[in-house]
């Protein structure tokens, strides 16, 4: 199954890419040849294996909810691009507007 | 090979003959000297590494510490508290941390001193170090030669006798692959030996860091330093932690080698082939026994391991939106500035993996692609576990070649991948793995792969030790570099 200009500008946007014109015909083949490398996969009975999403066996870790010392507001903005009163200012949030 | 090792240092420094001071600045002239030209360095703080081998020779308490004044320099991709890290990539152009990554912490309690961050692929996506969006870093046996990738820099550094030691991170190969393509000695510790915390994140359940060195004792010492169990990563083991050193020397007699029956071959060089097999050869006659295992799905292992990587990129990477830290491009609403960040901060290797990675998430596209590929992990992790019923250790080639031409793969991403065909596996089934160099072909590095059982890097570093008291191969000079 060949992917398509169409469907990979698509999942660009799923992942809030923007991509040129020319960055698209460029990743269409390419993407293609790897996913057609990829579809070995499809070639091998699988029926019934258990997913692996991790190499060990893990088990959830908690720490108990104390209070301790973290990042000071100060130094948790320092790489922030925009900020304002102590807080991390973006773009208007919503489209057009300009005081939400 | 003269340059000294960590182990020479250390016995030089505790004998009173030189000062923590001495090698660092050694190591600042090397690189000044060097490094114009085989650019594996993407910062350099003379300042602080004279201060900190200053503070080493001073204080008392530093007078035990295991690594006492000894050079070190750090892939880009681990966090350094006021020293800009920048993964190289554009998004983090001026990323200064505010926090460091815990190995960071260790190495500076083991009083080793850190000159600066090395070049790398863009996130650690990249076998060959070109996708850095900053330098491309050459071999130092070859100027036109890719030093391998990810973690191309920390090899190139520690290959030219730049520093003793590196460190750098290893996802699919990137720390074995770069090590056999320049004559290091580079080894990937198990899946959680090592704390990941400040290690910025590719593929989180295949990431770890690791050392690169010249000798598989110096790298015992280093992974001494940096590994145990990190309330800061959850995912970082509570198993025991021996002294890696110990024992090193105890030789490779009744230990059990296993190689693979039918290792896929295609692409495999001649004369890569023919350093391995005179490795094993040398291993047997040292006493070591040698069995054939077989693992059957290794085959599948690429594929898997582009569809895992890739998704678990796509998710990790999704933080880089121009908020919080890192580039923001200018735009009027807050989706606009998340697209154009992003593409304007991202490379194309890494656009290429948030896509793939998207893909095989996507409804639709799951079960074809993720979660096969996540059964074939089990299979894959199963194939190792039956083989070490038979073995101690496998061995193969690190890489089917030598170091390739820069930009002879650039332009074909699957050729490029394919050169990760023996080091993924490891990865995917958690195991502990190192390269040892084990020959040179047209004056090219070749690295022989060790793989061992879950938390046994002391096997694999027993038997790379026994093999490098016997390897009997003409070590060539580095075109680039201050080793001999």
């Given at each position: 199954?060949?992917?398509?200009?169409?469907?990979?500008?698509?999942?660009?946007?799923?992942?809030?890419?923007?991509?040129?014109?020319?960055?698209?015909?460029?990743?269409?083949?390419?993407?293609?040849?790897?996913?057609?490398?990829?579809?070995?996969?499809?070639?091998?009975?699988?029926?019934?294996?258990?997913?692996?999403?991790?190499?060990?066996?893990?088990?959830?870790?908690?720490?108990?909810?104390?209070?301790?010392?973290?990042?000071?507001?100060?130094?948790?903005?320092?790489?922030?691009?925009?900020?304002?009163?102590?807080?991390?200012?973006?773009?208007?949030?919503?489209?057009?507007?300009?005081?939400? | 090979?003269?340059?000294?090792?960590?182990?020479?240092?250390?016995?030089?420094?505790?004998?009173?003959?030189?000062?923590?001071?001495?090698?660092?600045?050694?190591?600042?002239?090397?690189?000044?000297?060097?490094?114009?030209?085989?650019?594996?360095?993407?910062?350099?703080?003379?300042?602080?590494?004279?201060?900190?081998?200053?503070?080493?020779?001073?204080?008392?308490?530093?007078?035990?510490?295991?690594?006492?004044?000894?050079?070190?320099?750090?892939k880009d991709n681990i966090v350094t508290r006021g020293v800009r890290t920048t993964a190289a990539s554009r998004i983090l152009e001026?990323?200064?941390?505010?926090?460091?990554?815990?190995?960071?912490?260790?190495?500076?309690?083991?009083?080793?001193?850190?000159?600066?961050?090395?070049?790398?692929?863009?996130?650690?996506?990249?076998?060959?170090?070109?996708?850095?969006?900053?330098?491309?870093?050459?071999?130092?046996?070859?100027?036109?030669?890719?030093?391998?990738?990810?973690?191309?820099?920390?090899?190139?550094?520690?290959?030219?006798?730049?520093?003793?030691?590196?460190?750098?991170?290893?996802?699919?190969?990137?720390?074995?692959?770069?090590?056999?393509?320049?004559?290091?000695?580079?080894?990937?510790?198990?899946?959680?030996?090592?704390?990941?915390?400040?290690?910025?994140?590719?593929?989180?359940?295949?990431?770890?860091?690791?050392?690169?060195?010249?000798?598989?004792?110096?790298?015992?010492?280093?992974?001494?330093?940096?590994?145990?169990?990190?309330?800061?990563?959850?995912?970082?083991?509570?198993?025991?932690?021996?002294?890696?050193?110990?024992?090193?020397?105890?030789?490779?007699?009744?230990?059990?080698?296993?190689?693979?029956?039918?290792?896929?071959?295609?692409?495999?060089?001649?004369?890569?082939?023919?350093?391995?097999?005179?490795?094993?050869?040398?291993?047997?006659?040292?006493?070591?026994?040698?069995?054939?295992?077989?693992?059957?799905?290794?085959?599948?292992?690429?594929?898997?391991?582009?569809?895992?990587?890739?998704?678990?990129?796509?998710?990790?990477?999704?933080?880089?939106?121009?908020?919080?830290?890192?580039?923001?491009?200018?735009?009027?609403?807050?989706?606009?500035?998340?697209?154009?960040?992003?593409?304007?901060?991202?490379?194309?290797?890494?656009?290429?993996?948030?896509?793939?990675?998207?893909?095989?998430?996507?409804?639709?596209?799951?079960?074809?692609?993720?979660?096969?590929?996540?059964?074939?992990?089990?299979?894959?992790?199963?194939?190792?576990?039956?083989?070490?019923?038979?073995?101690?250790?496998?061995?193969?080639?690190?890489?089917?070649?030598?170091?390739?031409?820069?930009?002879?793969?650039?332009?074909?991403?699957?050729?490029?991948?394919?050169?990760?065909?023996?080091?993924?596996?490891?990865?995917?089934?958690?195991?502990?793995?190192?390269?040892?160099?084990?020959?040179?072909?047209?004056?090219l590095p070749v690295g022989l792969q060790l793989i061992g059982r879950p938390f046994d890097e002391a096997t694999i570093l027993r038997?790379?030790?026994?093999?490098?008291?016997?390897?009997?191969?003409?070590?060539?000079?580095?075109?680039?570099?201050?080793?001999?």
């Amino acid at each position: 199954m060949k992917i398509t200009d169409e469907t990979v500008s698509h999942v660009a946007k799923l992942a809030r890419l923007w991509l040129h014109p020319q960055e698209l015909s460029q990743l269409v083949p390419q993407l293609n040849d790897i996913l057609e490398y990829a579809a070995k996969l499809q070639s091998v009975s699988l029926d019934g294996v258990e997913p692996t999403s991790h190499p060990f066996h893990e088990v959830n870790v908690v720490r108990s909810d104390v209070p301790r010392e973290s990042l000071s507001r100060e130094e948790a903005l320092r790489n922030a691009p925009d900020q304002d009163q102590g807080m991390v200012r973006v773009p208007a949030v919503l489209e057009g507007g300009g005081g939400a | 090979m003269s340059t000294p090792t960590v182990k020479e240092i250390l016995r030089s420094i505790a004998a009173g003959e030189t000062r923590a001071r001495d090698w660092v600045e050694q190591s600042l002239r090397a690189i000044r000297e060097i490094d114009g030209r085989l650019k594996a360095f993407l910062l350099v703080d003379e300042e602080q590494a004279l201060a900190a081998a200053d503070r080493i020779d001073r204080a008392k308490m530093y007078q035990n510490a295991p690594l006492r004044g000894v050079p070190y320099a750090a892939k880009d991709n681990i966090v350094t508290r006021g020293v800009r890290t920048t993964a190289a990539s554009r998004i983090l152009e001026n990323y200064i941390p505010p926090y460091n990554a815990t190995v960071i912490d260790k190495l500076q309690q083991a009083a080793a001193v850190m000159v600066g961050k090395t070049n790398m692929d863009e996130f650690a996506m990249g076998s060959s170090t070109e996708t850095s969006a900053f330098q491309k870093t050459a071999n130092p046996y070859g100027e036109d030669r890719v030093p391998g990738g990810s973690s191309g820099g920390s090899a190139a550094a520690v290959a030219a006798g730049l520093v003793p030691f590196a460190l750098g991170s290893d996802t699919g190969g990137s720390i074995r692959q770069p090590a056999a393509f320049t004559g290091c000695f580079g080894l990937k510790p198990t899946y959680g030996r090592v704390s990941r915390y400040g290690l910025i994140a590719f593929a989180s359940s295949l990431d770890q860091i690791g050392p690169f060195t010249r000798t598989a004792e110096d790298a015992a010492l280093v992974l001494n330093a940096i590994c145990g169990h990190d309330p800061l990563d959850s995912t970082s083991s509570r198993q025991p932690v021996p002294n890696f050193a110990d024992g090193i020397d105890r030789g490779v007699k009744g230990v059990r080698v296993g190689i693979v029956r039918h290792l896929p071959e295609e692409g495999l060089e001649p004369g890569v082939k023919a350093a391995v097999d005179r490795a094993i050869q040398q291993l047997e006659a040292e006493g070591a026994e040698i069995v054939e295992i077989d693992l059957p799905h290794m085959e599948y292992a690429v594929a898997t391991y582009y569809l895992i990587a890739p998704a678990e990129a796509s998710s990790n990477l999704a933080r880089y939106d121009g908020v919080r830290y890192g580039r923001r491009a200018e735009a009027s609403s807050l989706i606009e500035m998340y697209e154009r960040s992003r593409s304007e901060g991202f490379g194309m290797e890494v656009k290429r993996r948030i896509i793939i990675g998207t893909y095989a998430l996507s409804s639709g596209y799951y079960d074809a692609y993720y979660k096969r590929a996540q059964q074939m992990r089990t299979l894959i992790r199963q194939d190792y576990e039956r083989a070490f019923e038979f073995c101690d250790v496998i061995v193969t080639p690190t890489a089917p070649t030598t170091a390739f031409r820069l930009g002879e793969k650039l332009d074909n991403p699957l050729q490029m991948y394919l050169n990760d065909i023996y080091t993924i596996p490891a990865n995917l089934a958690g195991l502990p793995g190192a390269s040892v160099p084990c020959g040179f072909v047209d004056g090219l590095p070749v690295g022989l792969q060790l793989i061992g059982r879950p938390f046994d890097e002391a096997t694999i570093l027993r038997v790379a030790h026994a093999y490098e008291q016997v390897r009997d191969f003409a070590w060539p000079k580095p075109v680039l570099g201050v080793a001999e």
